[in-house]
Nanobody
Framework: QVQLLESGGGLVQAGGSLRLSCAAS????????TAWFRQVPGKEREFVAC????????YVPDSLKGRFTISRDNTKNTVYLQMNNLRPEDTAVYFC?????????????????WGQGTQVTVSS
């Protein structure tokens, strides 16, 4: 069983930055891909970014590209989401998710396990 633990969320002013971390433990797959999603109350979970097992392939939607960057450090079993120039509309609970097959996907249902989420609040 794999456990994912997000950290790094908090309250930040618009224009500020945060770096989220997703630490994996347990029976992790060496080829697992990892993604970040976010969700606000009353809305569906939204894809943010994904990265393959060694960081060689990654994807961030055009709407977030230039502000959000995903990376990983396999020596620490951790995936990061660097968020710059934050906006109030980025306020959400951010979740990381893992997929043992290693394939990248923007679809929530494609992922095998999830963290509990970390709150990001951006004030105007």
């Amino acid at each position: 069983q794999v456990q994912l633990l997000e950290s790094g969320g908090g309250l930040v002013q618009a224009g500020g930055s945060l770096r989220l971390s997703c630490a994996a433990s347990g029976r992790t797959s060496s080829r697992a891909s990892t993604a970040w999603f976010r969700q606000v109350p009353g809305k569906e979970r939204e894809f943010v970014a994904c990265i393959d097992w060694n960081g060689g392939v990654l994807y961030v939607p055009d709407s977030l590209k230039g502000r959000f960057t995903i990376s990983r450090d396999n020596t620490k079993n951790t995936v990061y989401l660097q968020m710059n120039n934050l906006r109030p509309e980025d306020t959400a609970v951010y979740f990381c998710a893992g997929r043992d097959s290693g394939q990248l996907s923007v679809v929530v249902a494609a992922y095998d396990y999830w963290g509990q989420g970390t709150q990001v609040t951006v004030s105007s």
